[in-house]
Nanobody, 124 residues
Framework: QVQLVESGGGLVQAGGSLRLSCAAS????????MGWFRQALGKEREFVAA????????YFADSVKGRFTISRDNAKNTVYLQMNSLKPEDTAVYYC?????????????????WGQGTQVTVSS
């Protein structure tokens, strides 16, 4: 069982930055791939970024490439999403997820555990 708690969301102006954190409980954090998804009001949940269990592979949605980075600190059981050059269209609830399935990183089917989400609002 893995429990995930996101933090770091908030209100920021366009062009600004935020760093989201996702703290995981459990002793098996290092065996999980970690992903970030987001859901804007009235829209479906969409993939943002993911990182393999070792941190050696990273994946990004086209909409955030070059602006967002993902990293993990396995000693702290934490995964981070650094968001730079934020745009109003990045406004959404951001969810952290953990999974060990064989599905592609960009699909929610890969992930077994989800956090409650943190709101990110980017004003124009």
């Amino acid at each position: 069982q893995v429990q995930l708690v996101e933090s770091g969301g908030g209100l920021v102006q366009a062009g600004g930055s935020l760093r989201l954190s996702c703290a995981a409980s459990g002793r098996t954090f290092t065996s999980y791939a970690m992903g970030w998804f987001r859901q804007a009001l009235g829209k479906e949940r969409e993939f943002v970024a993911a990182i393999s269990w070792s941190g050696g592979s990273r994946y990004f949605a086209d909409s955030v490439k070059g602006r967002f980075t993902i990293s993990r600190d396995n000693a702290k059981n934490t995964v981070y999403l650094q968001m730079n050059s934020l745009k109003p269209e990045d406004t959404a609830v951001y969810y952290c997820a953990a999974g060990r399935g064989s599905s592609y990183y960009y699909t929610p089917l890969k992930y077994d555990y989800w956090g409650q989400g943190t709101q990110v609002t980017v004003s124009s």
